[in-house]
Structures are given as structure tokens and as C-alpha cells.
């Protein structure tokens, strides 16, 4: 089985604070994706990552980076954290395009305080 | 841009009665199709999937969904529900000329009364 692991489940950060969220996946796939989950908004995606060292922006970059130095792992990054970006955040892989299936993990909680 | 559309936010339903989730999409080339389940607590997992050929497509735990190409829409369907079947369902659309991006509706939650 695919497994995606997101490294904290739940954080509670400051205003102004960098935060990393940070994803391991075990299955060799080439794609990387981080999503934000709100109600009523489903998932909205922040950033993605075809290969190493390469992302392409989501719809809502803003106020975020990336980082992905090795194939596993795909990191968020939020530079100054503030309270519009409390949210859970979803991290996923997928082996190949867009028809394959996508595999997330269990997500993590952020409140910015 | 490809987009989709789940109409309905929240759908309440007694336990053995059908359930009928809907989804709209809007895309103006070949696409992909999927539904996801998200249980309490947990991440997003696949409930199937359309790529191709029969427009019909089932799931191991009974759901059901029929691809409308004329409609847009991937409505997701299961003729009695169980308790278990609380959570909330997602529907998804994502083509190569997106750029291979999946793309997700606002989300659909089920709650199955007893």
C-alpha cells in the first residue's frame, strides 16, 4: 500500500511565525501535491511538484513556498504565518498523470494564533 | 479552466435508503473523473474513477457512478446506504491539458440517520 505520511497532525503556530509542514510518500512517485482543505471549499491546490527540484504553482500560492530536494519528500512552507491560513492541509503523491490515482495523507491541523 | 460543481453541501439520509450525490463539472477537453470518500478524522482515499469506455463505473462497497458526457456531470449514486457510510464525498476532474492537476469540488457531506 501507498503510504503518505505528514509529519505533525496537529499545530497551533503565532502570527508572523515560519512554519514548515512536511510529507514523505514511499512509493517512488514522481508527483507531489499540497492542498488546503476548508468547508464548503473542498481542496484547493497550493502547489505541486512533477520532479525534484521542480513545483508549479496551484491555484492559491500566495503566501506560500516549496521545497523538494529529494523524490519522498515535499515540503510547505509558510513564511510569515497568519490567521487566514489556519486550515487543514493535505499532502498527496501520484505514480504518473492525470489518470492515475492520487494518494493523500492524513492531513495537518494548523492554527495560527 | 477546468472546474466542478457538487450541488449539494449537505445530504441527510436514513440508513438502507438510496442516496444520490451530484457533480457537475466544466471542462472543454477530454477529462478524468473521480470521487473520493473522506471518513472522520482521516485523509481523502479513491472511491473510483472514470477514464474511459463504459460510462458506468462501480465501486467495491456498492457506489455507483454514471459519466453524462452531454451533461457534464458525474453523479455518484448507492441504492441503500449504511451507517458506515457517513463521511463526505468529493468529486474531481483533471485532464492533461489542466496540466494533470486534479481539481475538486466544495464536497458533498452524508449523514446517515439510523
Known amino acids: 500500500d501507498v503510504k503518505v505520511t505528514q509529519s505533525s497532525r496537529y499545530l497551533v503556530k503565532r502570527t508572523g511565525e515560519k512554519v514548515f509542514l512536511e510529507c514523505v510518500q514511499d512509493?517512488?512517485?514522481?508527483?507531489m501535491f499540497w492542498y488546503r482543505q476548508d468547508p464548503g471549499l473542498g481542496l484547493r491546490l497550493i502547489y505541486f511538484?512533477?520532479?525534484?527540484?521542480?513545483?508549479e504553482k496551484g491555484d492559491i500560492p500566495e503566501g506560500y513556498s516549496v521545497s523538494r530536494e529529494k523524490k519522498e519528500r515535499f515540503s510547505l512552507i509558510l513564511e510569515s504565518a497568519s490567521t487566514n491560513q489556519t486550515s487543514m492541509y493535505l499532502c498527496?503523491?501520484?505514480?504518473?498523470?492525470?489518470?492515475?490515482?492520487?494518494?493523500f495523507g492524513e492531513g495537518s491541523w494548523l492554527t495560527v494564533v | 479552466a477546468q472546474s466542478v460543481t457538487q450541488l449539494d453541501s449537505q445530504v441527510p439520509v436514513f440508513e438502507e435508503a438510496p442516496v444520490e450525490l451530484r457533480c457537475n463539472y466544466s471542462s472543454s477537453v477530454s477529462v478524468y473523473l473521480f470521487w473520493y470518500v473522506q471518513y472522520p478524522n482521516q485523509g481523502l482515499q479513491l472511491l473510483l474513477k472514470?477514464?474511459?469506455?463504459?460510462?458506468l463505473v462501480e465501486s467495491i462497497n456498492g457506489f455507483e457512478a454514471e459519466f453524462n458526457k452531454s451533461q457534464t456531470s458525474f453523479h455518484l449514486r448507492k441504492p441503500s446506504v449504511h451507517i458506515s457510510d457517513t463521511a463526505e464525498y468529493f468529486c474531481a476532474v483533471s485532464s492533461k491539458a489542466a496540466g494533470n492537476k486534479l481539481t475538486f469540488g466544495g464536497g458533498t457531506r452524508v449523514l446517515v440517520k439510523p
Open positions: 472514470y477514464l474511459s469506455g463504459s460510462t
Open positions: 498527496a503523491s501520484r505514480l504518473g498523470g492525470s489518470g492515475n490515482t492520487i494518494y
Open positions: 512509493m517512488d512517485h514522481e508527483n
Open positions: 511538484s512533477y520532479d525534484v527540484k521542480m513545483k
